[in-house]
């Protein structure tokens, strides 16, 4: 495949959570910050997400994506695979630790964040709903249980498995949209998880350059 | 990495389906049978999934595991990955094709199947509760929304992006929780994307495995 000096990544025109580093391009731009790949990125309005011509690099009209020459990707776990694949700094070099860290990306987006996304539905979609504040304690109890698994895991040790990769990338991402639930409140080690993550000096460039963006164009 | 002859696979010593090939194992057998990867399977009870030796293999209790050596994996995202990887025929060569197929691989996990999940949980979970019936549609949507989307995508093409990958076994195999539901046939170009991946004789022998598996023990 030809590659460019710079890929370009898309990004939300308009912050939804006011630049509080919640939408899903900050893992992107996270993992580039980690291995100290530049990009660009190009703001896409909510209505260009669902048009044809977006749809044409992500098929289900979400952001982010990631264009490099002729590769085009969807998908954060693919996108920061690919670039944890492409340099140094982000999966270890013995193989099997390699296929370790991979195993967490996949546990972060497919084991941890979808009740963490239902609990997001049932607070903010279904908040108007009669059944809203009955339910709400039995869709809590579901993220408990993976964060009760997560934290049995993780115990004394700094991240995951050995050094700092893409799974404790996207790990500590995911769990962030739980900060303000008072859920990870219950369980110090992934809450100082969390912050020992969001103290790397990658995370706050990435953090600084997502809000910035919002914030230069006035609209938070 | 130290490899063996043959991994092992954890797989459900019951069936909960009745040996109707929903258990996440079918993914990782099938990738197997693709490969021409011969395999050992190990049986573990529900309670012995939730003790500590198996949460060894498995930091969320669940099945399956795969055991290859010295290297241990779980997550079937992680798992068909690495089977994808160590041979051939289930990822393309090229590297921007073999980026995509990855990427098909989370949208199936991470996009795709946690409303289908989801939907499952509103129609076993909580069918007792007195929100069911009202709020099922609402979950039906969030599925039917993913859907329209694949389908999109997809086209009349025969699978996702050129030729069958780990990305269409994984899509193939989450989209086989609906077909009771109803939900897949509204969509045609989906249903024979289905059937035409149950149509392949590694599926076909992945299926077999794990029904036989059931039957043989007298279970269903």
């Given at each position: 495949?030809?590659?460019?000096?710079?890929?370009t990544?898309t990004?939300?025109?308009?912050?939804?959570?006011?630049?509080?580093?919640?939408?899903?391009?900050?893992?992107?731009?996270?993992?580039?910050?980690?291995?100290?790949?530049?990009?660009?990125?190009r703001p896409v309005s909510f209505s260009a997400m669902k048009e044809a011509a977006h749809r044409t690099l992500h098929p289900?009209g979400q952001i982010?994506t990631?264009e490099?020459?002729?590769?085009t990707?969807f998908?954060?776990?693919?996108?920061?695979?690919?670039?944890?694949?492409?340099?140094?700094?982000?999966?270890?070099?013995?193989?099997?630790?390699?296929?370790?860290?991979?195993?967490?990306?996949?546990?972060?987006?497919?084991?941890?964040?979808?009740?963490?996304?239902?609990?997001?539905?049932?607070?903010?979609?279904?908040?108007?709903?009669?059944?809203?504040?009955?339910?709400?304690?039995?869709?809590?109890?579901?993220?408990?249980?993976?964060?009760?698994?997560?934290?049995?895991?993780?115990?004394?040790?700094?991240?995951?498995?050995?050094?700092?990769?893409?799974?404790?990338?996207?790990?500590?991402?995911?769990?962030?949209?739980?900060?303000?639930?008072?859920?990870?409140?219950?369980?110090?080690?992934?809450?100082?998880?969390?912050?020992?993550?969001?103290?790397?000096?990658?995370?706050?460039?990435?953090?600084?350059?997502?809000?910035?963006?919002?914030?230069?164009?006035?609209?938070?």
């Amino acid at each position: 495949m030809t590659l460019q000096a710079k890929p370009t990544i898309t990004v939300f025109e308009r912050s939804p959570d006011e630049g509080k580093g919640l939408a899903r391009d900050m893992r992107v731009r996270w993992a580039l910050e980690e291995v100290g790949q530049p990009y660009e990125v190009r703001p896409v309005s909510f209505s260009a997400m669902k048009e044809a011509a977006h749809r044409t690099l992500h098929p289900f009209g979400q952001i982010p994506t990631y264009e490099d020459g002729d590769l085009t990707l969807f998908e954060t776990g693919a996108i920061v695979l690919h670039i944890a694949t492409r340099h140094t700094g982000l999966l270890p070099n013995d193989a099997a630790a390699r296929a370790r860290a991979t195993a967490w990306m996949f546990a972060a987006l497919s084991t941890v964040e979808p009740p963490i996304i239902e609990l997001t539905n049932a607070r903010i979609l279904e908040s108007d709903k009669p059944w809203s504040a009955e339910r709400l304690p039995l869709v809590e109890e579901r993220v408990r249980v993976r964060l009760a698994d997560l934290s049995r895991r993780l115990g004394n040790a700094n991240w995951l498995d050995g050094g700092f990769s893409a799974g404790d990338l996207m790990t500590a991402d995911v769990l962030r949209r739980l900060t303000r639930s008072g859920l990870l409140g219950e369980f110090a080690n992934l809450e100082a998880f969390v912050a020992r993550a969001e103290a790397r000096p990658a995370f706050k460039r990435a953090f600084e350059a997502q809000r910035s963006l919002f914030h230069r164009g006035g609209i938070v």
